[in-house]
């Protein structure tokens, strides 16, 4: 099992541009999560899906949008790069919604300039 | 008053120190509590976890959580310079589907 894998690792954006932050996951997990990272400030989420075709928004959604057509690919894109979104992304899923482990990809690491 | 507090350190400890990681919470619903370990530029990865209050014990690891003060701690043994990682804790209530995680802590133990 290759686990969660994610692809870019690293991508530099200029600011307006859009990109695809690709997740795909080989655990049959039906939940999906997308966090950002930023130094010394922890794990925020961004937006989780419970299933294929489901997706619901987390604590920093803004400037982000999801889709899950699929059980094993979750993409996140952003739409006009800002500065702000200057982070690493992680990617996690869990098997149950009664799960407290959720596994990780490796991240990519974002810079919008 | 963020739902988890954690102090981001840095903390610096010599080879075979004691070594505790803590963190506050103010949602008395949270039920569920874990310790993840993140290496340099890796995801994190899950340590330890405990349902409700009380210790628990893998190894050199102990994770105690104490529900009547809203505070969970993680005790390092005998540490190692492979214990050198960011520490972050993570809680959850019972019908949550997301973890509510700390700011970390970064733990550098020089040989």
């Known amino acids: 099992n290759a686990g969660v894998t994610q692809t870019p690792k690293f991508r530099i954006l200029k600011i307006g541009q859009s990109m695809t932050l690709q997740c795909t996951q080989d655990m049959n997990h039906n939940y999906m999560y997308w966090y950002r990272q930023d130094p010394g400030m922890g794990l925020k989420l961004i937006y989780y899906s419970v299933g294929a075709g489901i997706t619901d928004k987390g604590e920093v959604p803004n400037g982000y949008n999801v889709s899950r057509s699929t059980t094993e690919d979750f993409p996140l894109r952003l739409e006009l790069a800002a500065p702000s979104q200057t982070s690493v992304y992680f990617c996690?899923?869990?098997?149950?919604?009664?799960?407290?482990?959720?596994?990780f990809g490796p991240g990519t690491r974002l810079t919008v300039t | 008053q963020k739902e988890v507090e954690q102090d981001p350190g840095p903390l610096s400890v010599p080879e075979g120190a004691i070594v505790s990681l803590n963190c506050t919470y103010s949602?008395?619903?949270?039920?569920?509590f874990m310790w993840y370990r993140q290496y340099s530029r890796k995801g994190p990865e899950l340590l330890m976890y405990t349902y409700s209050s009380g210790n628990k014990e893998d190894g050199r690891f102990t994770a105690q959580v104490d529900k009547s003060s809203k505070y969970i701690s993680l005790f390092i043994r005998d540490s190692q310079p492979s214990d050198s990682a960011t520490y972050l804790c993570?809680?959850?209530?019972?019908?949550?589907?997301?973890?509510?995680f700390g700011k970390g802590t970064t733990l550098s133990v020089s040989s």
């Open positions: 996690a899923s869990t098997g149950t919604s009664g799960s407290y482990e959720q596994y």
């Open positions: 949602n008395s619903a949270f039920q569920y």
């Open positions: 993570a809680m959850r209530n019972q019908a949550g589907t997301a973890l509510i």
